[in-house]
């Protein structure tokens, strides 16, 4: 028997997927395992704190 699926995770999963990179305005990866939203165009990772994403340029990780 398999697990029902937390409905508020999707649409918090869904949200994330919606925003766009405020460097590039292009799409962002959703990176569960580290809570970032991860621009390749941009090379730079966005975190999220608290289940809020963090999208200011200077708050971002440079991607190696």
């Known amino acids: 028997m398999t697990e029902?699926?937390?409905d508020t995770a999707q649409a918090d999963r869904h949200m994330l997927e919606a925003l766009i990179c405020?460097?590039?305005h292009g799409a962002l990866e959703y990176d569960a395992a580290r809570q970032e939203l991860i621009s390749r165009g941009a090379g730079l990772?966005?975190?999220i704190r608290n289940g809020?994403?963090?999208m200011l340029i200077?708050?971002?990780r440079a991607l190696d």
Do not use: M, S
Request: hydrophobic share 35%.
């Open 22 to 24: 405020p460097r590039t």
């Open 52 to 54: 809020i994403p963090v």
């Open 45 to 47: 990772a966005f975190p």
């Open 4 to 6: 029902p699926q937390d």
């Open 58 to 60: 200077d708050e971002a």
